[in-house]
């Protein structure tokens, strides 16, 4: 376990990707200092910029960041397993790519937060920026797996074609949410702003506001889905308060009709 104190922030994005508890098993504090990171195009030891302990007051947690880390990139980006938390904001590219593991930041995330996750837990206790949960450009797939959660709102893309997996988010969400999404889960407990779903091939996306979907959308039924109470329950578990529309019928609107229509936007009547 060690708890890294940044002492010396820089206007050059610091890059950290690869520095993940499955890296510093087994490493003393003096090791893990000289472990090498990205500053701009050089390469430079961690301990240039951080200072390294090998404690932490929090149990559990193999890595604890603290000091002004907002333009630091690729916390948790890779991890696999283990444990990290995160005391401020955090740059681009928080968890991307991770297979397992928790990455709790306890302020706001930068865009790009758990791009083309395969796995593990996020949760971003502030805002996230954009493309969360979204595919790089260029990718076929984004997120394929794990939860993230935001308790605050997120920016403009939210899980871009995502494939698998869930995403919460407790407040609003940007422009083109779920955009040309594949499958996967998607609650949005705040407002949604337009292009919501636009080109969703599968998968499904509930909301309690009522959205401004694309024209290619129309509405199907009114049901209530078997899946929702499982789905409360996992809310539940998460410490979220479980909106009363979540265990009452819905209103059903499939598409995009100009990719196959197997998608579905769940708007919670209550």
């Not at 520095?19 to 504090?29: C, D, E, K, M, Y």
Request: charged content about 20%; some cysteine; hydrophobic content about 40%.
């Amino acid at each position: 376990m060690f708890k890294l104190t940044l002492h010396t922030p820089s206007p050059i994005p610091l890059d950290l990707d690869g520095i993940t508890p499955q890296r510093v098993a087994g490493l003393s504090a003096i090791e893990v200092a000289k472990l090498t990171v990205l500053h701009g195009n050089r390469t430079e030891p961690l301990g240039e910029f951080f200072h390294v302990v090998s404690s932490s007051k929090l149990p559990g947690v193999n890595l604890h960041f603290a000091g002004d880390t907002r333009n630091v990139k690729g916390i948790g980006a890779r991890m696999t397993e283990g444990s990290i938390y995160v005391e401020n904001d955090v740059g681009m590219h928080a968890g991307a790519i991770m297979t397992g593991g928790r990455l709790i930041i306890d302020n706001v995330a930068g865009d790009w937060l758990g791009a083309e996750m395969k796995g593990g837990y996020i949760e971003v206790r502030g805002e996230a920026g954009n493309q969360v949960g979204a595919a790089y450009r260029g990718s076929r797939r984004g997120m394929t797996g794990g939860t993230i959660l935001l308790r605050g709102s997120a920016g403009d893309e939210l899980g871009l074609l995502m494939r698998r997996g869930l995403i919460i988010v407790e407040r609003g969400c940007g422009e083109f949410a779920c955009a040309s999404m594949i499958a996967g889960t998607v609650v949005l407990l705040g407002g949604v702003q337009e292009g919501l779903g636009a080109g969703m091939k599968r998968g499904t996306i509930i909301t309690n506001h009522e959205p401004s979907l694309p024209p290619s959308f129309r509405f199907a039924c009114e049901y209530r889905p078997s899946f929702l109470p499982l789905l409360s329950a996992k809310v539940q578990q998460l410490g979220i308060d479980v909106p009363k529309g979540m265990v009452e019928p819905v209103r059903c609107y499939r598409g995009d009709l100009l990719a196959g229509a197997r998608g579905e936007v769940l708007v919670l009547l209550q």
